[in-house]
């Protein structure tokens, strides 16, 4: 059963970068046909796709995040990273990392318990 | 706001059933079979709940069904029971550039 974990700050202040990281355990992240993947959760919204990345280290964004995110993946640690620089009030989130199963066709198949993360001075 | 667009409520009563809209454009769901759906209850993490339009996961009762037409997806949830009340939302793959795509969720009342 492949299960994965956030961890980073909960607290973050605005203009700065925001750190996070998601340990897999129960499977590798080297494994074919998998993106990492990063999403969002505004309190009380919707999900709003970050971002992910593929286990050769090549990356897709959200458009709308791309000038302010880089994603990283660490095979050896099988973790893969978040960091989103400049944030604002607006990017005060629970933050989730998932896997994407592109085997069959497009879907998010685990997921993390996600990670509050507020924006704040 | 959301490149999908879901109604933000639906509602029925035990044993009915009750469908959901997720519309997108001719660049998302109309060009790829590639839609999911989700369960979300309150403080809880999502659930896949239908893939590829209308595939089930193993585990996920039949009474959860996808479909397609055009740019618009759907998900029928049919002899609605108590545990069905949550949010749902709908994504899919919109190629290049874009790559995914959420709904902006329906709150699901099992009334």
């Known amino acids: 059963q492949v299960q994965l974990q956030e961890s980073g700050p909960g607290l973050v202040k605005p203009s700065q970068t925001l750190s996070l990281t998601c340990t897999v355990s129960?499977?590798?992240?080297?494994?074919?046909?998998?993106?990492w993947s990063w999403i969002r959760q505004h309190p009380g919204k919707g999900l709003e796709w970050i971002g992910y990345i593929y286990n050769n280290g090549r990356t897709y964004y959200n458009p709308s995040l791309m000038s302010r995110i880089t994603m990283s993946v660490d095979t050896s640690q099988n973790q893969f990273s978040l960091k989103l620089s400049s944030v604002t009030a607006a990017d005060t989130a629970v933050y989730f990392c998932?896997?994407?199963?592109?085997?069959?066709?497009?879907?998010?198949?685990?997921w993390g318990q996600g990670t509050l993360v507020t924006v704040s001075s | 706001q959301s490149a999908l667009t879901q109604p933000p409520s639906a509602s029925g009563s035990p044993g009915q059933s009750v469908t959901i809209s997720c519309t997108g454009t001719?660049?998302?769901?109309?060009?790829?079979?590639?839609v999911s759906w989700y369960q979300q209850h309150p403080g809880e993490v999502p659930k896949l709940m239908i893939y590829?339009?209308?595939e089930r996961p193993s585990g996920v009762p039949d009474r959860f069904s996808g479909s397609k037409s055009g740019n618009t997806a759907s998900l029928t949830v049919s002899g609605l029971q108590a545990e069905d009340e949550a949010d749902y939302y709908c994504?899919?793959?919109?190629?290049?550039?874009?790559?995914?795509?959420f709904g902006g969720g329906t709150k699901l009342t099992v009334l």
């Open positions: 129960g499977g590798s992240i080297s494994s074919g046909g998998y993106y």
């Open positions: 001719s660049n998302d769901i109309g060009r790829f079979d590639y």
């Open positions: 590829q339009v209308s």
């Open positions: 998932a896997r994407r199963d592109s085997s069959s066709g497009s879907l998010f198949d685990y």
């Open positions: 994504s899919s793959y919109a190629g290049s550039n874009t790559w995914e795509v």
